[in-house]
């Protein structure tokens, strides 16, 4: 399964990466990223928050820079829509969606994005069960379009540290349940930058088909999430450990 020409479920664990939302100076983040050795970019212009006064994203004026960062960087890139209207304006400047945990129950928004034909990358909601998971899954699947690909962000738990659980089982038990890659979102799962080192380092472990992590190059001015950005040289040094931990363990495997 590829996003652009980027494959999961293969030897390589590809990174996913770049600010939590698009901002003016995208462009600029998304080269950063690829600098730092991300294989696809995220680039989300419209976002779901908890509260309507919080910021929602630019919107459709963020389009054209998400054009120019493909240009640019020459890498696939990703976008989350919110409903059918943003599926038909994003289908032609993005190579995947990415579903959110807020979004992961929506089946009429899951068919939309199934019917664009292009890969679908599902997040699991705070408090889905691996069966309600799969069941989304089913319905991009439904429409003819088998390229989902599960994602493992944190699930909600008594635990108030960070800000969610990640459920690491989830790679190992999908894995004997699924056909679809299953990736993680450390960043999400943690909260705070210190940790997502650790807990990226725990998916690949595991066998984690790829990894999706938040960076800007500066986190601290970053619009949405900065607590839990990683800057540039922390997203290259995650790159670099999670490759040489892959390495190691299919070296351990042979």
Known sequence: MAIGDVVFGGDHRPIISGPCSVEPGYVAHA???AAAGADVLRGCVFKPRSAPDRFQ?????GIPLLDEARVRTGLPIIAEPLDGDDVRLLRDHVDGF??????????????????????????????????EWLGAADYV???GNDDVILCERGIRTFVTETRNTLDIAAVPVLAGRTDLPVIIDPSHAAGRREWVLPLALAGAAVGAAGIIVESHPVPDQSWTDS???LSTPELRNL???????????ELSST
Request: glycine content about 8%.
């Open 31 to 33: 080269e950063a990223a």
């Open 57 to 61: 994203g630019i919107g459709a004026e």
């Open 98 to 131: 990415l579903i959110g945990a807020r979004s992961m129950r929506n089946s009429r928004l899951l068919e939309a994005a199934g019917r664009a034909g292009i890969p679908v990358i599902l997040k699991r909601s705070f408090a889905a069960t691996y069966d």
């Open 141 to 143: 699947r439904a429409t």
């Open 227 to 229: 607590c839990q950005a």
């Open 239 to 249: 790159i670099e450990q999670v490759r040489r931990l892959t390495s190691l363990c």
